[in-house]
């Protein structure tokens, strides 16, 4: 497996409260990605990155922010966590010539 | 914009019995790619096919690329009990690149002993 971790990998918040996951890479490869898991949806493309500090938005990234201040690390950010935010986060991350990607162990994010 | 279809959704097998499962495009693809997640884990790269009609194969698994590139396959001979979990295809995202992937719904394979 790429050497990408994903933390918390468990979390249970309530609503209204502030989250932030975070993805660390050891592969240096320039595109990142999260991405949100639901049942029947399959994996939902919530925000990339290309670059440092170059981020956008992907199919559903009403609620989320993200932020990438170094090659490494990309963080995803839910301001303030709502019920339909109860899923499981994915990220994952792709060399620059290919689509290929390779997936973290995900975080499952409870909110309550 | 962009969707990517997978049928079936669901599929209970024998053990030993063969398992399909197809993707649909709605537009041409310069590539597909199919990802596997075991319960509980993460995708998992499984191949990607370019060509045009490509097959390729990976012991008990054949890949097909359709002669429009909109479409694909998934066959697995003879399931085993370790075949279980959601397969996905994925092909790349229109407009702009950077590497996105459009993914299917997944098809969700049991494998009964």
């Known amino acids: 497996d790429a050497g990408i971790t994903q933390s918390p990998r468990h979390k249970v918040t309530e609503t209204g409260t502030p989250v932030t996951l975070r993805c660390h890479q050891t592969?240096?490869?320039?595109?990142m990605y999260w991405y949100r898991q639901d049942p029947g949806h399959g994996l939902r493309l919530i925000h990339y990155?290309?670059?440092?500090?170059?981020?956008d938005k992907g199919e559903v990234s009403d609620g989320y922010s993200v932020s990438r201040s170094k090659t490494e690390d990309f963080l995803l950010t839910l301001e303030s966590a709502t019920s339909s935010q109860t899923s499981v986060y994915f990220c994952?991350?792709?060399?620059?010539?290919?689509?290929?990607?390779?997936f973290g162990p995900g975080t499952r994010l409870t909110v309550l | 914009g962009q969707q990517v279809m997978q049928i079936p959704q669901y599929q209970h097998v024998q053990e030993g019995e063969d398992f399909t499962t197809y993707c649909n495009s709605s537009?041409?693809?310069?590539?597909i790619q199919w990802y596997k997640q075991r319960p509980g884990g993460h995708p998992v790269f499984l191949i990607q096919l370019v060509k045009s009609g490509e097959v390729k194969k990976q012991k008990r698994l054949t890949f097909q690329f359709g002669e429009a590139k909109k479409n694909s396959s998934l066959h697995i001979t003879a399931t085993q009990t370790t075949d279980v979990g959601t397969y996905f295809c994925a092909g790349p995202a229109g407009g702009t690149s950077y590497g996105k992937l459009t993914f299917g719904q997944g098809t969700i394979l049991t494998v009964h002993p």
């Open positions: 994952a991350i792709s060399g620059a010539g290919g689509y290929t990607q390779y």
């Open positions: 990155s290309y670059g440092v500090k170059d981020t």
């Open positions: 537009t041409t693809l310069s590539n």
């Open positions: 592969e240096n490869h320039r595109y």
